[in-house]
Nanobody
Framework: VQLQASGGGSVQPGRSLRLSCAPY????????IGWFRQAPGKEREGVSC????????STYVVDSVKGRFTMSRDKNTVYLQMNNLKPEDTAVYYC?????????????????WGQGTQVTVSS
């Protein structure tokens, strides 16, 4: 399984970015997929995860981004729409997938990771 995250960049606070993760192949229907981030000096955290297509359709979103970030899936690509970005959202963002239960989002439960994409939010 190979994933590639893209779409990062440097933006001012309040602006938006959309991250993409591909390919999320139809053969991965039994796999959940998630977005994770790691800021300098901090542990990697789950941002948002979606259960597999064959599961309960549940979605997890970490409290710090609720109302601002939305994860979606379209065919073979998974997106993370990030609105009203804040400096504390600065991190390297990764997508990952695995056959986890529901929308479980702890990073240690995912084995297949893509290369990250840097998001920097500053004025």
């Amino acid at each position: 399984v190979q994933l590639q995250a893209s779409g990062g960049g440097s933006v001012q606070p309040g602006r938006s970015l959309r991250l993409s993760c591909a390919p999320y192949r139809p053969g991965l229907d039994y796999y959940a997929i998630g977005w994770f981030r790691q800021a300098p000096g901090k542990e990697r955290e789950g941002v948002s995860c979606i259960s597999s297509s064959s599961s309960d359709g549940s979605t997890y979103v970490v409290d710090s981004v609720k109302g601002r970030f939305t994860m979606s899936r379209d065919k073979n690509t998974v997106y993370l729409q990030m609105n009203n970005l804040k400096p504390e959202d600065t991190a390297v963002y990764y997508c990952a997938t695995d056959a986890v239960v529901g929308s479980s989002c702890p990073p240690y439960t995912y084995r297949y990771w893509g290369q990250g994409t840097q998001v920097t939010v500053s004025s």
